[in-house]
């Protein structure tokens, strides 16, 4: 079978990386990596689109030689409740055992459905972050060791430093 790993992926950081790599090692099974609030993008808090944190996530797992071990799935929350959540991310993801998160509100739900769940290591919390890693691309300082090579390559390729820096400034 497989285990469930939930976040919002804002930015697939090194952080994520070694907590997909945790997971991966402690439980030996396959890995379903669900994107939450997919829908949300061109804010300074989700900068990028459901497929564009999709794409950084594969590209770095087909580097890291994790591709065939792991499943990446949207999950697209617009118009659900709290209620009818956990059934939602059932419907969009193959069957899972067991279900990581570090959201409590993630935790409690899928608990309260029935569910095995577990934290996962925070790994360099400060410096694998979102909001820092934002910091340093607003400053113009070097940010690029923070996340996998992929995703710097990825949001290069594409200008996604530069829309992120846009949308903060847009923002203010």
Request: net charge neutral; aromatic share 12%.
């Amino acid at each position: 079978m497989r285990n469930l790993y939930i976040s919002r992926f804002r930015l697939f950081h090194q952080g994520y990386l070694e907590a997909v790599k945790y997971i991966l090692e402690k439980d030996q099974k396959e890995l379903i990596i669900g994107i939450g609030a997919s829908q949300h993008s061109h804010s300074p808090d989700n900068p990028f689109t459901g497929k564009e944190r999709e794409e950084m996530i594969r590209g770095t797992l087909r580097i890291e030689g994790l591709a065939n071990r792991t499943w990446v799935v949207q999950i697209d929350e617009t118009n659900i409740d709290y209620d009818s959540w956990t059934s939602l991310v059932q419907k969009i993801c193959p069957p899972f055992d067991l279900v990581y998160s570090n959201s409590e509100l993630v935790r409690l739900l899928f608990a309260r459905d029935g569910y095995q769940v577990e934290e996962v290591p925070k790994f360099k919390r400060k410096e694998y972050s979102f909001d820092f890693i934002r910091d340093k691309i607003l400053k113009h300082e070097p940010w690029e060791d923070l996340i996998p090579y992929p995703v710097a390559r990825f949001m290069k390729d594409y200008q996604l430093d530069k829309r992120l820096i846009k949308l903060c400034h847009a923002g203010n």
